[in-house]
């Protein structure tokens, strides 16, 4: 029996460096009836030839007429795939040989209309660090989680196209990553499910760090940021008040530092706790989820309120 088509998606902008190598890893993969769209955003450093001296014929090119930015990019990547399911790769990553294999069969499988998976960071010489990151299995707690934060690494991804058709999900250009992008799916009921592997070898090099610190300026970013979780939980159908949305942005953005006092501490709970309480009266089906998240994360402000042990 045929399988089914994946498109792999990967935008391109100056990845000199590391696309040859990354399209060696799609090409190796396991699952062979994929169709690997490349999408340019107007390279100088001579990666659209690079990929163009390739003679794989499942590889498409396209070709923006200008720089226009990574959302751009990814939704006209989106729109030109013919798969059934759409794999999202960057062009400076890599991932074992049968992630797509094994995702794909996972998505069969369990009805997903998102599946992802853990990933390990490596260096600009391919070189693993740190600790893996883990992604949680239950479903459930990905979707609490969102409401806080982004749970998942984008290029471990593998989404089901009917799914993001159906409900319109694309990439905004006012994003951080691809936060609001999974907050959407999550707002459409989507089904998620994580293969319990590493489906993600995420390169960590000069550029992409050089690209966050300088992302727009930290204000701005942080705003955006606030933006989308509030997206995430007015949508969700919570009531918070402005005050208390600041209080979760501040506990709960990309650093948010120490809990300098027993007030905050105190707001904080109560905060996490009409959230608790909400989750009940609105009936949703991952109360269960956002109570241990609530709570989870509440225990790791405390570890972080240095003045109630002394120092």
Known sequence: MAK????????LYNDAKYVLKTLECICSQTYENLEIVICDDGS?????????????KRIVLLK????????????????????????IWDADDLCPIDRIE?????????????????????????????????????????????????????????VR????????????????GDYLFWVECSLNNARFYTVPEVMLLYRIHSQSITQVSNDKNVAQRNQIVAEIQKTAFSGTGFQLSDQEYDCLFKNFCEHPGT???????EE???????????SVELGLPNTKEIHDYCRNRFAARINLAKFLWGM
């Open 44 to 56: 100088t450093d001579g990666s659209c030839e690079l990929v163009e001296g390739i003679s794989d």
């Open 268 to 278: 904080l709970y109560y905060v996490l706790k009409k959230i608790c309480d909400q």
């Open 161 to 176: 196209r009917e799914f993001v058709n159906a409900h319109a999900i694309r990439y905004k250009k006012r994003m951080i």
């Open 64 to 87: 923006n007429e200008k720089n226009e930015g990574i959302a751009y990019t990814r939704n006209r990547l989106f729109d030109y795939a013919h798969g059934e399911y759409l794999a």
């Open 102 to 158: 094994k995702e794909t069969e996972a998505a069969k499988i369990h009805g997903a209309d998102v599946v992802t998976g853990y990933y390990q960071c490596i260096d600009e010489d391919d070189k693993p660090f740190g600790e893996i990151a883990y992604t949680r299995s239950n479903p459930g707690y990905i979707r609490a989680g969102l409401l806080f934060g982004n749970m998942i690494a984008n290029s471990t991804a593998l």
């Open 259 to 265: 809990v300098d006092s027993k007030e905050e501490l």
């Open 4 to 11: 089914e088509l994946v498109s792999v998606l990967v935008p």
